[in-house]
């Protein structure tokens, strides 16, 4: 199975895909962390990307799609895939069908988390993550059970996003508008989009998620 998980910055992705790496052992593909990586590492790549990712504008088409290409080649064909972030423009959109088609692969579900936009700016600009592991936590929506240590793995050590702060968060959700949501409609004619109100309590949202791909 292959999904896209649709939604501005800050709507879910993320916390809902790596509830499905952890429940059905799919994969998750995140151009934004494999950018962040390429960026820790000063490749090419991240030499390239560091300041649009900062400036919260897009990194080229030919970039991320060619990061999605090289880690779908890394995967075994019985893996699902949950593209998380991605595609992110009609050219991405054109250029995964391409991607999945050379390898065998069809995208089953198109999963939009609607949300209310005034939620966005605080639920990232609360959001962390464990620096060891990756799990995600929020300052106020979700604690880690004892106060500063990763329920996951343990780690002490938590880390934040350059870019979540109010002002970069303004312009991506102005990238997503513009770039992002027309991409919908294109989804929609092919009968793939399904909608979950992304403002609920993540369990539900995830209940929601799971009846989808269960249908
Ligand atoms: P995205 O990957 O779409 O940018 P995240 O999954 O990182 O979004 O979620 C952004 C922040 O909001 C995180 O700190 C996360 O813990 C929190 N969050 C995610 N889903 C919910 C939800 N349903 N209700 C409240 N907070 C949420
Ligand atoms: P994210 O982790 O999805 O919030 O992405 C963080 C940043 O990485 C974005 O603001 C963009 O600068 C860049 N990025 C991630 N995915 C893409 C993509 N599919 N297309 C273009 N830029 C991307």
């Known amino acids: ?13 993320g916390t809902q895909a790596s509830k499905l790496v952890a429940d059905r ?10 950018l962040r990586a390429a960026v820790k590492a000063g490749t090419p790549i991240g ?4 300041a649009v990712m900062d400036a919260g504008e897009l990194v080229s088409d030919e970039i991320v799609s060619g990061l999605i290409g090289e880690k779908l080649d890394s995967m075994a064909p019985s893996e699902g895939a949950i593209f ?4 992110r423009t009609e050219a991405q959109a054109r250029s995964l069908d391409e991607i999945l088609a050379s390898r065998g692969r069809s ?7 609607e949300v209310d936009e005034d939620a ?6 609360g959001r962390y993550t464990c620096a060891n592991c990756g799990e995600g936590y929020h300052d106020s929506f979700k604690q880690p059970k004892v106060a500063g240590i990763c329920d996951r793995c343990g780690s002490t050590e938590f880390k934040r996003r350059p870019d979540d702060n109010e002002e970069t968060v303004r312009t991506r959700m102005a990238e997503y508008r513009a770039k992002t949501a027309p991409i919908l409609p294109v989804y929609e004619a092919r009968g793939l989009v399904q909608r979950v109100d992304g403002m609920a309590d993540m369990d539900l949202v995830s209940a929601a998620i799971a009846k989808i791909l269960d249908s």
Do not use: C, F, W
């Not at 998380?84 to 595609?87: A, E, I």
């Not at 966005?120 to 600009?125: C, G, N, P």
């Open 107 to 113: 995208l089953d579900h198109v999963i939009e988390l």
């Open 120 to 125: 966005l700016v605080e639920r990232i600009t």
């Open 84 to 87: 998380d972030g991605y595609p």
């Open 47 to 50: 030499l390239k990307a560091k």
């Open 1 to 13: 199975m292959n999904i896209i998980l649709l939604g501005p910055p800050g709507a879910g992705k």
């Open 25 to 34: 052992g799919m994969v998750q593909l995140s151009t934004g962390d494999m």
